[in-house]
Nanobody, 120 residues
Framework: VQVVESGGGLVQPGGSLRLSCSAS????????MGWYRQAPGEQRELVANIAYGGSTNYADSVKGRFTTSRDNAKNTVYLQMNSLKPEDTAVYYC???????????????WGQGTQVTVSS
């Protein structure tokens, strides 16, 4: 199973970015998909996650500014980030809670991360 993020980059404060993350491979099912971020010198923190049925959970710091959604048919999750602030600068990671095809156990798979820099 591979998890790949895309859509990071440099944006000015107040701007917007949309991140995408797709899972591929021998996938029997995906439960939660989530977004985390890690700034230099900081621990990785949850940004948002979304269940298969669409229920979402957000960090307080991004509520009202970020929105996550998913396309289950494409095994893809999105993170729309609006009103970006310099403190949102970090490497953003995607993860997916996956049942491998033909197996019963579930595993968490992580992407390699995509850099988001908010600066003027």
């Amino acid at each position: 199973v591979q998890v790949v993020e895309s859509g990071g980059g440099l944006v000015q404060p107040g701007g917007s970015l949309r991140l995408s993350c797709s899972a591929s491979g021998s996938i029997g099912g995906i439960s939660f998909m989530g977004w985390y971020r890690q700034a230099p010198g900081e621990q990785r923190e949850l940004v948002a996650n979304i269940a298969y049925g669409g229920s979402t959970n957000y960090a307080d710091s991004v509520k009202g500014r970020f929105t996550t959604s998913r396309d289950n048919a494409k095994n893809t999750v999105y993170l729309q980030m609006n009103s970006l602030k310099p403190e949102d600068t970090a490497v953003y990671y995607c993860n997916a809670f996956v049942r491998v095809l033909g197996r019963t156990e579930w595993w968490t798979y992580w992407g390699q991360g995509t850099q988001v820099t908010v600066s003027s």
